[in-house]
């Protein structure tokens, strides 16, 4: 009778470290997929605020130019 007790306290600390770790493993798969979701968004945000200043240093470079050449006197 005293084995059984020992067996069953046995078994249900078992099952309470497994259910402690399999929670512990689903908030780090949590955290991962956070982490790689926050980087798929960023990426192409990223890409797209380099070609916009690419863009917009583009454009302030045709102006430049334009108002330099109505400046410059014409020969």
Do not use: H, R, W, Y
Not at 38 to 43: H, L, P, V
């Amino acid at each position: 009778m005293a084995n059984e007790s020992s067996t069953d306290f046995s078994q249900a600390i078992d099952n309470l470290m497994q259910t402690v770790g399999k929670m512990a493993q689903m908030q780090v798969d949590i955290l991962n997929n956070g982490i790689k979701t926050a980087a798929s968004i960023i990426e192409p945000m990223n890409k797209t605020s380099l070609d916009l200043l690419g863009n917009v240093t583009n454009a302030l470079n045709q102006a430049l130019q334009s108002v330099s050449s109505a400046i410059t006197p014409k020969k």
